[in-house]
């Protein structure tokens, strides 16, 4: 029974699946700090004002904080920004340069109804047997 889990345990999926977790929070801090020490100051001296927490409204004595909304979703979009431009497209750059190009797809072809040798698919004759093809 231990032997099977410990098969599975050093499967390659499992241990890359808790690499990338690990990695995953150590670069999740990285984007956080890069979000809040230098996106969200450049959008506080472009706009004024970085922090939305203090918009409320009220309705019948019930507060809403419709600007911790409005934080929560700047955040997100600027972590979005920030891993797309940074890790996304510099990745897609990468793997574009080292995979190698697609091999060119063969021309269709068709069988000559008389002699059944492959032709072109826009051939009128056959070369084999100079059948008309139509």
Do not use: Q, W
């Not at 409320?56 to 997100?76: E, H, M, W």
């Amino acid at each position: 029974m231990l032997r099977g889990f410990r098969e599975f345990l050093f499967r390659g999926n499992v241990v890359d699946l808790a690499v990338a977790v690990v990695i995953g929070g150590a670069f999740g801090g990285i984007v956080t700090a890069l979000v809040k020490d230098l996106l969200t100051p450049l959008i506080a001296a472009l706009v004024g004002k970085p922090d939305f927490s203090a918009f409320t409204f009220t309705v019948n004595n019930s507060k809403f904080l419709y600007g911790d909304f409005i934080n929560a979703v700047v955040s997100f979009l600027l972590v979005a920004a920030a891993i797309y431009f940074f890790v996304v497209v510099p990745m897609n750059a990468v793997s574009r340069r080292f995979s190698k190009p697609a091999e060119p797809a063969a021309p269709p072809v068709k069988e000559c109804p008389e002699c059944l040798s492959p032709m072109p698919a826009a051939a009128r004759r056959c070369a084999h047997c100079t059948a008309v093809v139509a």
